[in-house]
């Protein structure tokens, strides 16, 4: 009965070693790399677009998801639950998939810009600051929408009875009853959009450039790939992770909220006035449900066409990236499974494996593969090496998403099973396969889809050095849209969201069948 709880504190304690190597040894990596903090103009105007951009993308997405969620909490409609379950999409959808969608949407030969052109309306422009914002909208909208739709599915419905009894204006019910909600879910849905933007690197390498468009991460890319600067993307790495730690800090005072699909589809029961306010929320649906998947149509109908005419580099990077997805979903859960663990337990060491656990959440990519590279650089070729890093960087920044879903379910069967278990003597291998496993595989299975999801989307650590040959399928998608090769590149991006769904939906099934719910 002692080998149990010794091999799972010795799991932990080398899953902890590897998080805090991955975290803390590259930024000690960095630091000691960096050549002072003597900033120059386009440093100072990188520093100052990453946090106004996130602050105006949180503001924006913010801003916009208050109506959309109360109209979508008012009303009911067909296809109602399947726009919701829509919008958890940008928790696997590739990065990279969404901007292609966007650029066939609204670029210089997209659909919208087409329709400006045939009304003689001036077009508009995706590239630059405009294009970042639009980007950032387009994946925290849903986010925050269902963050708050959530806030009002706590309303007790005795209250909402109580306002119509009172005649209750619409006015009235605003001010007593929903802003109380608001008040409390927009600090912490504002603060993980802007923690979210802050990292977010494809979106400005797609879209952004130049003096007045370049973040922190992307100036980090440019001295680093093109200039090959190792004292000044090691000195703006720094800078990266201070943005982090303080977006990490506010977030973790602020308090970010938990989205419950439990309380996303239940019937809402918000009394809603008719007229003009049913045709308002009416508008605000339909608008919020095109502008969502407008895009993702637009993959689906000029790639479809191009998929079966795609080069042979592009299924190669596909298959590398799978396996790339694969490994990283297993080896997260190796990382991640000894980890919650520990952190179910009280005591200090649980409180410790839960903040390794967490560290990585403000960690940026592109930091670990700096630090990466500059450990390595002395005694081994990093580019060779740029194809495992990728699946280990991937796998520890899925690790806070799989703590928080394997470390309730391991604490409750500890607390239920565990003193009934020591009482009968149960050996471990009866323990694995009567209590762990049938309970455990749930969690597990949506761990699995998520880290391979997340990791078949990255174009982040394999971006800085990764040779001609080493490309996965989002980098060999970046690598199409800069030649000019759109129709190719939409094809691509059909199949990486498709496998990136179908990755998701196959592990998490997985878990699913036969478990204990």
Known sequence: ??????????????????????????????????????????????????????????????????????ALARRTFPGRPGLIAVMGAP????????????????????WANAALGAMGLPQISIYGIDGVLLAHVFFNLPLATRLILQGWATVPSEHLRLSQTLNFSGYDR??????????????????????????????????GGGPRATTVELAIYEAFRFDFDLGRASMLAVVQLGICAIAGIIAAWVGVPRVSAATLD????????????????????????????????????????????????????????????????????????????????AGGWGRTAETVGFLTIAASPLVMGIGLFIL??????????????????NAAMALPFTMRALTPPIAENTARFMPLAQSL???PTARLRLIWWPRLRRPMGFSAGLAAALSMGDLGVIALFAAPDQATLPLQMYRLMSAYRIEDAMGAALVLLSISLALFWILDRGGRIGADT
């Open 1 to 70: 009965m002692a080998r149990r709880p010794v091999a799972i504190t010795v799991a932990s304690a080398v899953s902890a070693a590897l998080v805090l190597g991955l975290t803390l040894g590259t930024i000690g990596a960095v630091a000691a790399r960096a050549d002072g903090f003597a900033f120059n103009p386009a440093d100072w105007g990188a520093l100052w677009f990453t946090v106004w951009q996130a602050l105006v993308s949180a503001l924006l997405s913010v801003g916009f998801a208050v109506p959309l969620a109360r």
């Open 91 to 110: 928790f696997i959808l590739p990065v990279i998939v969404a901007v292609l969608g966007l650029l066939a949407v609204f670029g210089r030969g997209g």
């Open 174 to 207: 605003f001010r007593i009853i929903e802003f109380p909600i608001l008040r409390e879910v927009l600090p912490g849905a504002f603060t993980a959009i802007f923690v979210i933007c802050t990292t977010s690197f494809a979106v400005a390498l797609a879209l």
């Open 266 to 345: 239940r019937k809402q029961v918000i009394p809603a006035e008719g007229g003009l306010s049913r045709v308002a929320d009416a508008a605000i649906i339909i608008c919020g449900a095109l502008f969502l998947l407008t895009p993702l149509l637009a993959i689906a109908m000029r790639g479809l066409p191009q998929v079966f005419d795609l080069p042979v580099s592009v299924w190669t990077a596909a298959f590398r990236s799978l396996i790339m997805a694969l490994g990283a979903a297993v080896l997260g859960l190796m990382i991640s499974l000894p980890l919650a663990f520990a952190a179910s337990r």
């Open 376 to 393: 390595l650089l002395p005694h081994a070729d990093p580019v060779s090496l740029a194809l495992p890093l990728t699946v280990i960087v």
């Open 425 to 427: 003597d149960m050996p």
